[in-house]
């Protein structure tokens, strides 16, 4: 079964990639800047990975494991390499070489596992652009995604509405500084944004604001498994807090080698089911 109405119904199915070889190569965002001569313990990456793939399992979550492959240091982001709306895989359309062959690879596990899937005929874009609820898509207009791809994807969803939100440049994707964790709820970093866009989130959703300290820790990629639980970073005090007050179950789990990259829960994660 595919699908996903919203981010933060009860998570049945997704897939991960662990961080065999992960290694900041290029530097594509302010995070990886920070960390480039420090670089990534791989096996300290792996060991919190492997964490949190067994609190997924824990949690009653099918984890679907794709094989890393050595030439691909950013393979364990599998959030951008597709996305699940409604009852339809869209694989993303990728203008970055160095991913692109990502994007085969679970292309080739769909057809193994006879799902079907849809591709844009416009590049690009990228899943970690893209925030499903009932009535609205959110996507990202940022260096990975383009309006004319998000236009193409509209025409895809006749009965939702896609709204683009365009952040700054050195933000990657969309998820970087928001997310939805409730029908009314959400998450934001409002620096990243027009002015008129956050001000047209907040009559829309009761936003916790993250702060800049946090955002850098990327306080806002959460990972919603559903009945008010929510997969958050140990350290990001601010935003669980937040999380709590308002009644959610905050599961803390060790990811700041995994972040040094510029990714953390929902960058990790393609979720295919959701209840």
């Not at 498994?225 to 789990?253: A, C, F, H, M, W």
């Amino acid at each position: 079964m595919i699908k996903q109405e919203t981010e933060y119904g009860r998570l049945e199915r997704v897939i991960l990639c662990p961080p065999k070889y992960m290694e900041i190569k290029e530097i594509i965002n302010t995070t990886q800047r920070v960390y480039e001569d420090d670089n990534i313990d791989v096996d300290r990456a792996m060991k919190q990975h492997e964490g949190f793939v067994q609190v997924l399992k824990q949690n009653d979550v099918e984890v679907i494991l794709l094989d890393p492959k050595e030439e691909f240091n950013e393979q364990v982001f599998t959030r951008d390499i597709g996305f699940t709306i409604d009852d339809t895989i869209f694989l993303a359309r990728m203008d970055k070489d160095i991913r692109k062959p990502e994007v085969d690879i679970l292309k080739a596990y769909l057809e193994e596992k006879e799902i079907k899937y849809q591709t844009l005929p416009t590049s690009s874009i990228e899943g970690g652009d893209v925030i499903v609820s009932p009535e609205y898509v959110f996507v990202g207009v940022s260096t990975r995604t383009t309006r004319e791809a998000i236009d193409s994807l509209q025409k895809h969803l006749p009965d939702k509405e896609v709204i683009p939100l365009p952040i700054r440049e050195d933000i990657l994707h969309l998820d970087c500084a928001f997310n939805i964790i409730s029908e009314k709820e959400g998450i934001i970093y409002p620096p990243v944004f027009q002015p008129e866009d956050v001000q047209w989130l907040k009559e829309r959703f009761d936003l916790i604001e993250v702060s800049e300290k946090e955002q850098f820790t990327l306080g806002t990629n959460v990972l919603s498994i559903g009945d008010k639980r929510i997969i958050s970073l140990t350290e990001n005090d601010e935003v669980n807090n937040e999380l709590r007050k308002r009644g959610y179950q905050v599961i803390g789990v060790p990811f700041t080698e995994i972040i040094k990259s510029g990714g953390s829960f929902r960058c990790c994660t393609m979720p295919i089911e959701r209840k």
